[in-house]
C-alpha cells in the first residue's frame, strides 16, 4: 500500500483560516477523506469523496484536491476546532491508508 | 439510532490471543462494509482489516496479515476480529467502523476498546 503525508501541526489564531494538506501518489487516481479527532474520543468524518460534506457538518469545512495533494481547509476557525485530523484514502486492492495526522492548535 | 458497540478487551500476554466483537444497531448491518481500526496510545490511525456487507470478501493490514481474522454474523449484527500471535507492538485502541455508503470513508465509529499486550 502507499503511504498519505501530512503535516505534523499547524497553529492558527481564532477566526482566520486553516489548511491541512495531505499528499500521495495515488492521490489523482483515489478519493480522500478527512476526520477530526479530539482526545479521548472517535474519529468524525468531516469529507468525503474529496470535497463533499456530511450532513451536520459545519459549512467552515471544506475539501480540495489538486493532483497529488489534497487539503481540507476550515474557514473561520473557532477554539472548537483544535484537534487531530487525518486524511484516509484507499488503493485498488482494498486496502485503506490513513495520514500520520495534523495538530490543529488555535491560539 | 446508528450505534457500534465495540467488547472483548483487555491484557494479554505476548502471543495469546483474543476475539473482539462489535454490535452494530439502528442500521441494515449487512447492506454495509464494515472494518476495524487501531490507535496505538499517542499515535495516529492505522486499518487493520476490512469486510463486505455480505462477508464473503475481506481485507487486512500487512501487519496483521495471517495473525487477525475479520468475519461477521449479519443475523446477529456483530462484526469480530479474532487476533491470534499477538505483539507488544498490537497494543491500541481497536474501534469498529462502518463504511459510508459507496465509499471507502468511515461514517459510523464505535467508542473503541482496549486492547493491551504485555506480560
Known amino acids: 500500500s502507499y503511504e498519505l503525508t501530512q503535516p505534523p501541526s499547524v497553529s492558527v489564531s481564532p477566526g482566520q483560516t486553516a489548511r491541512i494538506t495531505c499528499s500521495g501518489d495515488?492521490?489523482?487516481?483515489?478519493?480522500a477523506y478527512w476526520y477530526q479527532q479530539t482526545p479521548g474520543q472517535a474519529p468524525v468524518l468531516v469529507i468525503y469523496k474529496d470535497s463533499e460534506r456530511p450532513s451536520g457538518i459545519p459549512e467552515r469545512f471544506s475539501g480540495s484536491s489538486s493532483g497529488t495533494t489534497v487539503t481540507l481547509t476550515i474557514s473561520g476557525v473557532q477554539a472548537e476546532d483544535e484537534a487531530d485530523y487525518y486524511c484516509q484514502s484507499a488503493d485498488s486492492s482494498g486496502s485503506v491508508v490513513f495520514g500520520g495526522g495534523t495538530k490543529l492548535t488555535v491560539l | 439510532e446508528v450505534q457500534l458497540l465495540e467488547s472483548g478487551g483487555g491484557l494479554v500476554q505476548p502471543g495469546g490471543s483474543l476475539r473482539l466483537s462489535c454490535a452494530a444497531s439502528g442500521f441494515t448491518f449487512s447492506s454495509y462494509a464494515m472494518s476495524w481500526v487501531r490507535q496505538a496510545p499517542g499515535k495516529g490511525l492505522e486499518w487493520v482489516s476490512g469486510i463486505s456487507g455480505s462477508g464473503s470478501s475481506t481485507y487486512y493490514a500487512d501487519s496483521v496479515k495471517g495473525r487477525f481474522s475479520i468475519s461477521r454474523d449479519n443475523s446477529k449484527n456483530r462484526l469480530y476480529l479474532q487476533m491470534n500471535s499477538l505483539r507488544a507492538e498490537d497494543t491500541a485502541v481497536f474501534y469498529c467502523?462502518?463504511?459510508?455508503?459507496?465509499?471507502?470513508?468511515?461514517?459510523?465509529w464505535g467508542q473503541g476498546t482496549m486492547v493491551t499486550v504485555s506480560s
Open positions: 467502523a462502518k463504511v459510508y455508503y459507496v465509499t471507502d470513508a468511515f461514517d459510523i
Open positions: 495515488a492521490l489523482p487516481k483515489q478519493y
